[in-house]
């Protein structure tokens, strides 16, 4: 599996640098829909871009489905396990010192897809609010 993620990682990098596979979305694409708090636009609909995508059309059966348990491998490991951590090391900050206030800041990426670091707080009861680009806070 390791092999068969790095081949397919590597093939993914030269046929970006070859010009012949486009990510869908520019980083400023990102940039804007992020200020706006619009995390639900169909750039953030994807789990997430953190993850190299191993699936595809072309792959034969049994590779397809090494890609997807890679995948979701990933998906488990490098991002729901850490957004749940950072979510709940937020949650007993404010738990332990509810008479203070805190500013926690996170990369984009925290915030795309599902099972983000703002549905744990959600679901363990915080109100979270975006505030946007410029708005004092």
Do not use: W
């Amino acid at each position: 599996q390791v092999v068969f993620a790095l081949n397919q990682t590597l093939l993914q990098q030269e046929s970006l640098r070859a010009g012949s596979f486009q990510i869908p979305y520019t980083t400023e694409d990102l940039i804007k829909h992020y200020n706006c708090g619009d995390l639900s636009s169909i750039i953030f609909n994807h789990d997430t871009s953190q993850v190299p995508n191993f699936i595809n059309a072309t792959l034969p059966a049994h590779e397809r489905t090494t890609a997807q348990e890679i995948d979701s491998y990933f998906r488990q490991e490098l991002i729901y396990k850490r957004n749940e951590r950072m979510g709940r090391r937020v949650k007993d900050l404010l738990d332990e010192h509810p008479d203070k206030s805190f500013f926690f800041a996170f990369g984009a990426g925290h915030f795309m897809g599902n099972n983000t670091v703002i549905d744990v707080l959600r679901r363990e009861g915080y109100e979270v609010e975006h505030t946007p680009a410029g708005q004092a806070i």
